[in-house]
């Protein structure tokens, strides 16, 4: 078989003195971190749609990055895919891949033939699994937002006989993840949205996207599926606003059509910045309401309001991420899939190796440092401390419901003012701690 990346390497963890540009310098595959190896912590996984098909290709111009794979034909160039999905896989100690049904293999011209090629792609990599049975599916998903069919949205579409066929599209993208035995299927409602309240029954769309989803969860158990449907909340991109706005929202959606014990998230962090949220703060009310599932790991751009999709390099961003991730037991069916895809400039297909190499260190990075925040413990014991009035007296009262308004008014006026209760937040000497920890590691 062709090698697609001859003068690249497997790459190596060299440490952090190294300045070789090929090399890892905080991911260490096998390191024991945590009592974990940081492979199985972090869970890394190839994005097939922005690393085998982004050519770079923007609203104004044309790809810069040749992803032809050497072929013409839309089947030659699957394959190819797939070959040299594997090679970039087991180059980067990459052991999961994520895909939406047509970055495996394009729409052809009835649904039939479509799923007849579609099955067969899947079939090829199979066999390139059992090959190496270190390579696994994260998670599976349908492109339900990309054929002018979807431009009033899939689930949510005013047209039934869209949502029936979004829904024969998923089922296949659900046969896919299970044959391959993926843990985690997404729903990121591309085009589940609207763009003028004027022409839309936001009430119908809403209960037929439930319904969608909720056919999807019956058929998939009643094919034996035991893994995670995930949710990807975003707030606008495609449409104006997407119904998924962003995971608070989503949990009260999943709660009001009962698939709350299906579903938990999928949080990108570039989308949690388009919600005006930080990353931490998705991952946060996820973790809080026992939501936690997978990441989309990159980064935006703070002076750009779209989704860049960058790869992911800002290190105090990836710190506080896994310390949510650890604070939430670590990834079970989850991991770190990197939606993202290197500049429009960075064109060669080396960039691929460089942008990954950048963001996996990121992550390592983050993973040390937030290991080290909790073990140095000043920031965990200063929030438990700010909150030590709810240990004993009136605090524990209070969350005992030993107590009411009669109650809490009558202790109110016998103790009279009450700032004096107060502690400073000490914001910057916290910031100040994070500051030391990371560059201390
Ligand atoms: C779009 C996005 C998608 C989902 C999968 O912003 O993040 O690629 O991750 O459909
Ligand atoms: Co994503």
């Not at 891949?97 to 293999?105: E, K, L, T, V």
């Not at 035995?181 to 309240?197: H, I, M, N, S």
Request: charged content about 25%.
């Amino acid at each position: 078989m062709a090698e697609f990346f001859a003068n690249i390497p497997k790459i190596k963890y060299e440490g952090p003195q190294s300045t070789n540009p090929l090399a890892f310098k905080y991911y260490n595959p096998d390191e024991v971190i945590g009592g974990k190896t940081m492979k199985e912590q972090l869970r890394f996984a190839l994005s097939w749609w922005h690393t085998m098909g982004g050519d770079g290709t923007d609203m104004f111009g044309c790809g810069t990055t040749d992803k032809t794979w050497g072929e013409a034909s839309p089947e030659a160039r699957a394959k190819a895919k797939v070959d040299a999905a594997f090679e970039i896989m087991d180059k980067l100690s990459i052991d999961y891949f994520c895909y939406h049904d047509r970055d495996i293999s394009p729409e052809y011209g009835s649904l039939k033939e479509t799923n007849e090629k579609f099955d067969e792609l899947i079939d090829y990599i199979a066999e390139k699994m059992k090959a190496d049975p270190s390579k696994k599916l994260l998670w599976g998903t349908a492109k339900c937002f990309d054929h002018p069919r979807y431009m009033h949205g899939a689930g949510t579409s005013p047209s039934a006989d869209v949502f029936a066929y979004a829904a024969a599209q998923i089922k296949k993208a659900i046969d896919s993840t299970i044959k391959l035995g993926g843990k985690g299927y997404v729903f990121w409602g591309g085009r589940e949205g609207y763009e003028t309240l004027l022409n839309t029954n936001m009430g119908l769309e809403l209960d037929n996207m439930a319904r969608l989803m909720k056919m999807a969860v019956e058929y998939a158990r009643s094919k034996g599926y035991d893994g995670d449907f995930y949710i990807e909340p975003k707030p606008k991109e495609p449409t104006k606003h997407q119904y998924d706005f962003d995971t608070a929202t989503v949990i009260g959606f999943l709660r009001k059509y009962g698939l709350d014990k299906d579903f938990k998230m999928n949080i990108e962090a570039n989308h949690a910045t388009l919600a005006q949220h930080t990353f931490q703060h998705e991952l946060r009310v996820a973790r809080d309401n026992g939501f936690f599932g997978s990441i989309d790991a990159n980064q935006g751009d703070p002076l750009l309001g779209w989704d860049t999709d960058q790869f992911p390099t800002n290190a105090y961003d990836a710190t506080l991420c896994m310390y949510e991730v650890i604070k939430a037991g670590g990834f079970t069916n989850g991991g770190l899939n990197f939606d993202a895809k290197a500049r429009r400039g960075s064109y060669t297909l080396d960039d691929i190796f460089y942008s990954y190499i950048a963001g996996m260190d990121t992550f390592a990075l983050g993973l040390r440092a937030a290991y080290k925040l909790i073990e140095d413990g000043r920031v965990d014991k200063f929030v438990d401390d700010r909150y030590a009035s709810w240990n004993t007296g009136i605090g524990k009262d209070i969350i005992d419901g030993k107590v009411g308004f009669e109650e809490l008014e009558k202790y109110a006026l016998e103790k009279g003012e009450v700032t004096d209760s107060l502690t400073s937040g000490r914001q910057e000497y916290l910031e100040s701690v994070l500051n030391q920890i990371m560059f201390t590691l």
